[in-house]
């Protein structure tokens, strides 16, 4: 107990020494006796902001590391990526309905047209893309996700960001021995340039198992960008290189041929095509579906190439890739349509295998298809046969819009051909009613929809008018007979029979069958009658939805349901026959339209009313028929290139109209069309016929002159410019330079495009400073001699019916007698009133005296002037950017001598040949008013060439095309061709200059 004590004595004893000590080093170190330096402080540690991806390359690559890093980044990164981009390209077959009938698309599908989901791509590129920044660059599947991004890029279709990775791949990725590869331009291996890495392909473990560079596969990448973006020449240079390369793997080799044989089909070289798609077949690994597409294809060419033997037997290789049914159906066909051309087949025989093909189960899907062969087959040898199994076609349930689409064009070709224009076009127009945008006749059928639409129109005006005409001219109780059967029908047509359900029963072009309505009503295109969200808040559900419509139905406008059964349910019911489109009615007649009237209004009266049974009701019946067929016959040579028929029309024409105005233009397309079937005979009679009884008219002038060529066209521009200068003398009242210029157009151009204006103004000079009589004469030669003319006919006649009243006016002037009112002494107030004999009788006015003092009065009662009249307002328009609407460039003078306008004109028409020559665009004044003076450049098909060249004379016509004229003495602006009108009857030039300004943005 005792020694513990001191045991903490001492203890307590140390501690104390030791806190005293410590306290004093304390208290005393601002006075340190020998105190050693202070350390100095540690620098700050920097921070290290490169990638991990370069952090990673500069440590050691040791197996531990490397193992690692290619796990990681091939099962986290570029193994989901992958599947991703997968993803987005299942179900990109089924986006489309290929036709079987013409040459298939080399792939199923077009980049620019996938609408493929842009953020599932963009993710693809961002995993990928993560892959390479956090992840050691020497790993092995760093290549191939550079190759998933460059991808990716490319189902986007963004070309240059696509190409700019796959190069970076080539350059990046390349081999970095001197024995692998070759990186001076130019050397060779073996006579051979290689640019390919090698790949070790000896051993079965190797080419399974052994992981592969992605730069090889980024060369045939790079080439298929390069097609798509149609820069073949590089595409075929780098494909050239990789099929010479030595060490291009073989595994690549089938892909290699399959770009070849794509480059060749896309230019539509359909012969090269073949050997390269034969090697891609044999080489190639594409999936069961691709494969089938390539035999598909190559058996279309071999049909091409008339080698029907081995057409038959790629086909046969589409069936026994047992891929999808649509296409296998189709080569069964295929081998039945080129049994026909082999030696030993027979169309019979085809047609037989093809109704086999209606007994089996399997092809009950395809059944309105084969119909539709069944026709294609025997159409041209027995049109009725084919018109039979086309309408069972079309009787066929289906939901093939395609099929029907066609089923329909099918009908409309051979009435078509067999010159029914009537059937052709009801058909024609069905098959424009329901066929997609991408069908690839869609240009084909709707110009012939149109213009045979016009040609019924024509037809129909022309038995119209002859049956009214018949009706007017049969006695009049067979008249009033016939009549009240007419009334009787449209009644009936009005008011039909109850059906059995109790009501009024309709056309069955207006009801839709049973299945078109089923079709309809199918519940995938409504909302969903379970789940939480609701059909159209669901993105991914709509546009399933709508794929799954557009492959049913095709591409539909929006519109009613009840028109759309209305037009299918005319196409579908009964034996399936379009009704012809319903008249318009037009609301300006004077007499309402029969088919609006209800059935109490129809009456024979009613009726006669519309029948020619006078004079002058037949007159204007003739002429209806007369210009139904001078349009028809234009109709059947220049739009259906049917010239025979045009010249049955006009034969026609002309017996049953002699004294047709236009006479002397249907003689010479008679001669026109029968020099062109070499009817030489005929050709000449007509000839003869111009010369003879119209020497000379227009056509007379071409006859004997010929025409004016397209390719001579300094001859063109001669002649327009003597008529402009000849134009511009008579504006100056140098009438007889017009003379002198018109001599010296016909000795030196001849016949020219501006031979019926130089006629008019020669007429317009010699009534300035002739007799009356000779201008009379003058003026009505021009008439006689261009009836097809409007422009010029009509100013003619303006001017003649000027001329037959300037007598009426100067007798009228001559007894006129001036009245003076003198009731009031104040002031004599002349009233003058002259009334023309053509006018009605004046009104009986107040006295303007009284009326005027009235005005006064109240004037300066008010002691505010009279506003001034509103300046009217120029309905001036803007057309769509984007429709081919022709422009003027307008330079507008003010304050400027005759002598720099006509300078200018010269200038400019100097430089539009020089910088614009292919743009053959023309210069020429224009006085607005006596005193607005423009130059016009025209013609500018749309809005965008006129402002590109309105911006480029902006910058240099002060230097270099009118640098005598000063900028500020001159304003240039566009204007379109309806607004020129405008402007000229208008006068309107301040306005359409605040309304230029306003609306047109140049640079």
Same mark, same amino acid.
Not at 311 to 316: L, P, Q
Not at 625 to 644: C, P
Not at 852 to 869: E, I, L, M, R, Y
């Given at each position: ?645 045009? #010249? %049955? *029309? &006009?034969?026609? +024409?002309?017996?049953?109209?002699? $004294?047709?105005?236009?006479?002397? /233009?249907?003689? !010479? ?32 002038? #071409? %006859? *004997? &002159?010929?025409? +004016?060529?397209?390719?001579?066209? $300094?001859?063109?521009?001669?002649? /327009?410019?003597? !008529? ?280």
């Amino acid at each position: 107990m005792h020694c513990s004590n001191i045991s903490l004595l001492r203890a307590g004893v140390v501690g104390g020494m030791f806190f005293f000590a410590a306290t004093a080093t304390v208290l005393g170190q601002d006075k340190p006796a020998n105190q050693p330096p202070a350390r100095p402080e540690k620098p700050l540690k920097v921070e290290d902001r490169r990638p991990p991806s370069e952090k990673m390359a500069s440590k050691p690559y040791s197996f531990t590391r490397r193992v690692v890093q290619n796990t990681v980044t091939r099962y986290n990164y570029y193994y989901h990526a992958k599947l991703k981009l997968e993803k987005v390209l299942t179900g990109i077959n089924k986006q489309r309905q290929d036709n079987y009938n013409v040459y298939l698309p080399f792939y199923p599908f077009t980049v620019d047209k996938l609408n493929l989901d842009v953020n599932e791509l963009d993710s693809v590129v961002q995993k990928a893309s993560v892959a390479v920044q956090i992840h050691d660059p020497r790993g092995r599947w760093i290549d191939d996700s550079y190759l998933l991004i460059g991808k990716a890029y490319y189902y986007k279709g963004e070309w240059e960001a696509a190409a700019n990775t796959f190069q970076f791949i080539n350059t990046t990725f390349a081999p970095k021995k001197k024995s692998d590869y070759n990186a001076v331009v130019g050397s060779s291996q073996n006579d051979l340039l290689s640019i390919s890495s090698r790949e070790k392909e000896k051993t079965w473990y190797a080419r399974h198992f052994r992981h592969t560079s992605a730069r090889n596969d980024a060369f045939l990448w790079q080439a298929r960008t390069l097609i798509e973006q149609n820069k073949h020449d590089e595409a075929q240079s780098l494909l050239n290189i990789l099929e010479t390369d030595p060490y291009f793997p073989r595994r690549l080799d089938g892909q290699l041929a399959e770009l070849q044989a794509w480059k060749f089909y896309k230019q539509g070289q359909y012969a090269e095509t073949i050997e390269p798609l034969r090697v891609a077949l044999k080489k190639g690994h594409s999936s069961r579906d691709q494969k089938a597409r390539m035999y598909y294809i190559l058996g279309q060419l071999y049909v091409s190439q008339n080698k029907y033997d081995s057409a038959m037997t790629a086909f046969r290789d589409v069936i026994a890739a047992k891929s999808d049914a649509t296409i296998d159906f189709n080569a069964r066909v295929q081998i039945a349509k080129a049994n026909t051309k082999v030696n030993g087949g027979s169309l019979e025989e085809s047609i037989a295998a093809l109704q086999s093909m209606l007994r089996k189960e399997r092809f009950i899907p395809f059944r309105d298809a084969i119909y539709y062969n069944m026709a294609s087959l025997c159409a041209n040898e027995d049109p009725e046969r084919a018109i039979d199994f086309l309408n069972k076609s079309l009787q066929v349930e289906s939901a093939n819009m395609l099929q029907k689409t066609l089923t329909f064009k099918g009908m409309a070709d051979i009435y078509y051909f067999r010159k029914d224009y009537r059937n052709a076009q009801r058909y024609y127009d069905s098959t424009a009613s329901i066929m997609g945008p991408d069908f690839h006749d869609a240009e084909l059928v709707n110009a012939r929809k149109e213009t045979l639409g016009a040609v019924a129109e024509k037809v129909q005006t022309i038995r119209d008018e002859d049956s009214l005409q018949h009706i007017a001219g049969l006695p009049p109780a067979m008249r009033d007979t016939l009549l009240a059967k007419q009334v009787a029908a449209l009644k009936a047509a009005k008011n039909p029979p109850p059906t059995e359900g109790g009501k009024k029963g309709g056309s069955s072009a207006a009801q839709a069958p049973s299945s078109f309505i089923a079709n309809n009503n199918n519940p995938s295109f409504g909302p969903a009658s379970e789940g939480g969200e609701w059909y159209f808040y669901n993105q991914g559900s709509k546009s399933t939805g709508f794929s799954e419509f557009r492959r049913r139905w095709g591409n539909r406008a929006l519109g009613d349901n009840w028109r759309r059964s209305q037009q299918s349910g005319a196409l579908l019911a009964n034996n399936n026959a379009p009704t012809p489109p319903q008249p318009e009615v037009n609301e300006g007649k004077l007499n309402p339209s029969i088919a609006d009237l209800p059935a109490d209004s129809i009456n024979i009266s009613l009726l006669a009313s519309q029948l020619p049974d006078t004079p002058e009701k037949l007159e204007a019946s003739r002429g209806r028929q007369q210009e139904a067929y001078f349009d028809l016959g234009k109709l059947y040579n220049d739009k259906l290139d049917d010239t025979r028929e045009g #010249i %049955l *029309t &006009y034969d026609t +024409l002309l017996s049953r109209f002699p $004294e047709h105005p236009r006479k002397v /233009e249907v003689l !010479y397309s008679l001669y026109a069309w029968h020099n062109k079937l070499n009817h030489n005979e005929l050709a000449a009679k007509y000839k003869n016929q111009v010369l003879t009884q119209f020497p000379g008219t227009q056509y007379a002038s #071409i %006859l *004997t &002159y010929g025409a +004016l060529s397209i390719q001579d066209k $300094e001859k063109n521009k001669a002649a /327009e410019n003597i !008529y402009e200068s000849a134009y511009n003398a008579f504006r100056q009242g140098n009438y007889d330079t017009v003379f002198v210029l018109r001599k010296f157009s016909d000795s030196t151009v001849g016949f020219s495009p501006v031979q019926a204006k130089f006629d008019l103004l020669e007429a317009m000079a010699i009534i300035k400073t002739r007799p009356e009589d000779e201008g009379k004469a003058a003026i009505a030669s021009v008439i006689t001699k261009y009836p097809g003319e409007e422009g010029i006919l009509n100013q003619a006649k303006a001017i003649q019916e000027a001329l037959e009243r300037r007598q009426q006016v100067t007798d009228y002037l001559t007894q006129l007698e001036i009245q003076r009112d003198s009731s009031s002494t104040a002031q004599v107030d002349e009233n003058i009133r002259i009334r023309y004999p053509w006018q009605t009788p004046a009104p009986n006015l107040p006295d303007s005296l009284a009326l005027k003092a009235k005005a006064d009065s109240a004037a300066a009662a008010a002691n505010v002037p009279p506003p001034p009249p509103p300046k009217p307002v120029t309905p001036y328009q803007l057309g769509d950017e984007k429709a081919a609407i022709p422009h003027f460039v307008v330079i507008h003078f003010d304050r400027v001598s005759k002598v720099l306008i006509d300078e200018a004109v010269a200038q400019f028409s100097k430089y539009n040949s020089v910088k614009h020559a292919s743009q053959q665009l023309q210069t020429s004044m224009y006085a607005l008013t006596p005193t607005e003076i423009m130059v016009i450049v025209r013609l500018f098909p749309d809005e965008n060439k006129a402002l590109t060249y309105f911006d480029e004379v902006s910058r240099v016509a002060s230097e270099t095309i009118i640098p005598r004229i000063r900028p500020t003495d001159y304003r240039l602006f566009i204007i379109s061709r309806e607004n020129f009108i405008l402007l000229n009857n208008t006068k309107d030039l301040e306005g359409y200059r605040k309304f230029f300004g306003n609306n047109y943005i140049t640079e």
